[in-house]
């Protein structure tokens, strides 16, 4: 059974041109977020799709977004890159949860190393 | 955003246990606390949670204080595979959805 997977593993882009990330999920998962982590820090949430729609985003400017396709892949795409937006990219799958107590582990892939000169 | 605080580096030597705290003052009634670990700039890869109730696995303990303004980590018997950055994480629950607020972890050398 696949985990999650990524691609590509590295891209270097130049300032103001536009990326497009890939993740496919674990199998029997139906939710995507991705992550955001800079050299030295944790990763930082930037979206979650579930059902083809966002669910929640965090603090990320609207040059971030997204789509998930009916077989729950998903992309990220990044428009007018800024040199702070090098950065490893991460994507996590998941069940939706259910209840608020429900065991709801995220798997993460191996994340595209996003290097913008 | 960040929920959890955590010390930036520790060591431990091989064959010790390892205990990384993090704080998590401003936790509510109903977020769960995580931790993963990160090897290599991989992904970051499950380890255990908690509510309020100390957890036990086949991979660590996790101690959660009453007040659950703050936690620890217990990896029993470190070994240098166990050499990592270690994120403590709270859970927000949103409807049927969860997001994961990453803390700046704490890099763990397991020294031989």
């Known amino acids: 059974d696949a985990g999650v997977t990524q691609s590509p593993t590295h891209l270097i882009k130049t300032r103001g041109q536009q990326v497009t990330l890939r993740c496919s999920p674990k199998?029997?998962?139906?939710?995507v977020s991705w992550y955001q982590q800079a050299l030295g820090q944790g990763p930082q949430f930037i979206f979650q799709?579930?059902?083809?729609?966002?669910?929640q985003r965090g603090n990320f400017p609207d040059r971030f977004s997204g789509h998930q396709f009916p077989n729950y892949s998903s992309e990220l795409n990044v428009n007018a890159l800024l040199l702070g937006d090098s950065a490893l990219y991460l994507c996590?799958?998941?069940?939706?949860?259910?209840?608020?107590?429900?065991?709801?582990?995220?798997?993460f892939g191996p994340g595209t190393r996003l290097t913008v000169l | 955003d960040a929920k959890t605080t955590q010390p930036p580096s520790m060591d431990c030597a091989e064959g010790r246990a390892a205990n990384l705290p993090c704080n998590h003052s401003?936790?509510?009634?109903?977020?769960?606390v995580y931790w993963y670990r990160q090897i290599h700039s991989q992904g970051p890869q499950y380890i255990i949670h908690?509510?309020?109730n100390n957890e036990t696995n086949e991979m660590a303990s996790l101690i959660i204080t009453e007040d659950r303004k703050s936690s620890t980590l217990i990896l029993p018997h470190a070994t240098l595979r166990d050499t990592a950055v270690y994120y403590c994480?709270?859970?927000?629950?949103?409807?049927?959805?969860?997001?994961?607020?990453f803390g700046s972890g704490t890099k763990l050398n397991v020294k031989p």
């Open positions: 996590a799958s998941s069940s939706v949860g259910g209840w608020e107590g429900s065991y709801n582990e995220q798997f």
């Open positions: 199998s029997g998962h139906d939710t």
């Open positions: 799709y579930y059902e083809e729609e966002e669910r």
């Open positions: 401003t936790i509510s009634g109903n977020e769960y």
């Open positions: 908690g509510l309020k």
């Open positions: 994480i709270v859970r927000v629950v949103s409807g049927n959805f969860n997001k994961f607020y």
